[in-house]
Each structure stands twice: as structure tokens, then as C-alpha cells.
Nanobody, 122 residues
Framework: QVQLVESGGGLVQAGGSLRLSCVAS????????MGWFRQAPGKEREFVAA????????YTADSVKGRFTVSRDNAKNTVYLQMNSLKPEDTAVYYC???????????????WGQGTQVTVSS
């Protein structure tokens, strides 16, 4: 079973940038596709971005396309989410996830981190 720990969240002004990290332990992430989801207050958890096991394929939600970039460093057992041009509507708890394959649906992911808060002020 893989354990995931996110970091890098915080408070940032609109237009700013943050980079989230997700470090895995207990198992290597090379066995998993890795993804990022987010959940704003009163809303469902939604897909943000994901990267295939090898890192050769990435996927991003339309709402963040062109602003967010997902990547992975298998040697460091870490996946990243670079977030640029942040908007107040990006405010949410961001979760890292690991699964057998990339999926847009949260139920298809097997393991989750505890989340990290991102707050974007206007």
C-alpha cells in the first residue's frame, strides 16, 4: 500500500504561482498513475490533472489547461503540480492520488493523500 503526503499549499494572490508536491512512501510510484484532484467548500471533489506511469502522457482539466502542469520524478518518488496564473476559483483543498490507470472519476483511484489547502485571494 502506498502512502501519499502533499505539501506546498498556502495563501497566494491572484495571478501568483504555487508548486504542490506529493511524496510517496512504502511503495514506488512507478507502479501507479498519479493524479491531482481538488475540493472546494460545498462542492464535489473534481479532477485537476494526472500523469501516466511513465510520465509520457499527461491530462489536465479544461478549467486549468494552460495554467497547471503535472509532472513526476520517479527517482524521487514524487509527483508535482505547478500552478500558474492562479485565480480565486482555484481555492480548494488539493489531493494527490495514485491508481492503476489515469481516470477522471475519483472512485477509480486507489490511494489518497490528506490534502493541502490552496487559497487564492483576489
Amino acid at each position: 500500500q502506498v502512502q501519499l503526503v502533499e505539501s506546498g499549499g498556502g495563501l497566494v494572490q491572484a495571478g501568483g504561482s504555487l508548486r504542490l508536491s506529493c511524496v510517496a512512501s512504502r511503495r514506488t510510484i512507478t507502479s501507479y498513475a498519479m493524479g491531482w484532484f481538488r475540493q472546494a467548500p460545498g462542492k464535489e471533489r473534481e479532477f485537476v490533472a494526472a500523469v501516466s506511469r511513465s510520465g509520457s502522457s499527461t491530462y489536465t482539466a479544461d478549467s486549468v489547461k494552460g495554467r497547471f502542469t503535472v509532472s513526476r520524478d520517479n527517482a524521487k518518488n514524487t509527483v508535482y503540480l505547478q500552478m500558474n496564473s492562479l485565480k480565486p476559483e482555484d481555492t480548494a483543498v488539493y489531493y494527490c492520488a495514485a491508481g492503476e490507470r489515469v481516470a477522471l472519476v475519483r472512485d477509480m483511484w486507489n490511494y489518497w493523500g490528506q490534502g493541502t489547502q490552496v487559497t487564492v485571494s483576489s
